[in-house]
C-alpha cells in the first residue's frame, strides 16, 4: 500500500467512527424516551384490589392492595421499549427474553405467570425501569464524550494526514542536502505531534466514566461502539496508519540523504 493510499483511508476511518457514534446516540435516546413513554403509560393502564392472588409460581396475599394487569403492562412495554426503530436490529427478542435481560428473570416470571402484579411487584417494576433510564442517560452522556474526543482527535489527525501527505508529493529526487533534511524533521515533528495526540486519546479511552457506561457489559466501549469496522480503536489506528506513513517517507529521505552524500 502507498502512502498516498494509506493516507487517504485515514479520513474514511475517522468518518466510519464519527458515524458510528453519532447512530449509537440516536438508538440510546429512542430508548430513554421509549421507557420514559412505558413508565408514564404504566400509570395508566387498569388497577384493581385483591385480597388475595394465587397462581402455579405466586401465592401472595395482598390487603387490598392496589393491583395492575400483567398484560397491559406487556402491552405497553411492546409499544414503547420494544417498537423502537433498531429493535430488531438490535435485539430482535421476544417479550419474555428482553424482560428477564432488562429487568432479571424474576421479573420476567412475574409478568408471565401472573394476571396482576400487586402494588409491591409494580414497585419494584418502576424501580428497574427508573434503572434502566438512569443507566442509558449514562451512556448517552458517555458517548458525547465519545464523539468530541473522535471529533476533535480526528481533525487533528487528518490535519497531520493532510500535511505528510502535501510532504509525500514533494519531488525529493530533485532536492539538496538541506532540503532533504528540512523535510525529514518536519516529518519528525509531526511523528511527535502523533504521540501526543495518541496519548490525548488514549486518556479518553481510560477514562473511568468511559468505563462505568458500559459497567454491564462484557465488552468494552470501544468493542462495543466500533465492532463492525476494521478497528476496535480507530482514531489510534488512524495514528498508527499515519506514523507508518511517516516512517516510510522519512526512510526514503534517508536514503537520498545518504547518496547524496
Not at 95 to 123: D, V
Not at 137 to 166: F, M, P, T, W
Request: with cysteine.
Amino acid at each position: 500500500m502507498t502512502v498516498t493510499t494509506s493516507i487517504s483511508s485515514i479520513g474514511t476511518t475517522i468518518e466510519s467512527a464519527k458515524e458510528t457514534v453519532q447512530i449509537e446516540q440516536r438508538r440510546v435516546t429512542d430508548e430513554i424516551e421509549a421507557y420514559e413513554q412505558f413508565a408514564t403509560k404504566l400509570t395508566t393502564i387498569s388497577t384493581t384490589s385483591l385480597s388475595h392472588l394465587t397462581s402455579g409460581t405466586f401465592d401472595t396475599t395482598v390487603e387490598q392492595g392496589v393491583t395492575s394487569e400483567t398484560r397491559s403492562i406487556q402491552n405497553l412495554f411492546e409499544e414503547t421499549v420494544m417498537s423502537v426503530p433498531h429493535y430488531e436490529e438490535d435485539y430482535d427478542e421476544s417479550f419474555m427474553k428482553h424482560i428477564a435481560a432488562e429487568f432479571t428473570p424474576e421479573i420476567a416470571l412475574l409478568l408471565n405467570e401472573t394476571e396482576w402484579l400487586t402494588e409491591q411487584h409494580t414497585s419494584v417494576l418502576n424501580s428497574y425501569i427508573r434503572t434502566a433510564i438512569t443507566e442509558r442517560k449514562e451512556l448517552a452522556q458517555a458517548l458525547e464524550v465519545e464523539y468530541e474526543s473522535v471529533d476533535h482527535i480526528g481533525n487533528q489527525v487528518h490535519e497531520r494526514a493532510q500535511e505528510v501527505l502535501e510532504i509525500s508529493h514533494r519531488e525529493f529526487n530533485t532536492m539538496d542536502f538541506g532540503a532533504l533534511e528540512a523535510h525529514w524533521h518536519r516529518l519528525e515533528q509531526i511523528k511527535t505531534i502523533c504521540d501526543s495526540i495518541a496519548a490525548d486519546r488514549q486518556e479518553t479511552i481510560d477514562s473511568p466514566t468511559r468505563a462505568v457506561a458500559c459497567s454491564n457489559s462484557d465488552i468494552s466501549m470501544s468493542r462495543y461502539l466500533y465492532q463492525d469496522l476494521a478497528y476496535d480503536y480507530p482514531i489510534l489506528a488512524t495514528i498508527g496508519i499515519l506514523g507508518s506513513s511517516i516512517y516510510a517517507l522519512q526512510t526514503q529521505i534517508e536514503r537520498l540523504i545518504a547518496s547524496v552524500n
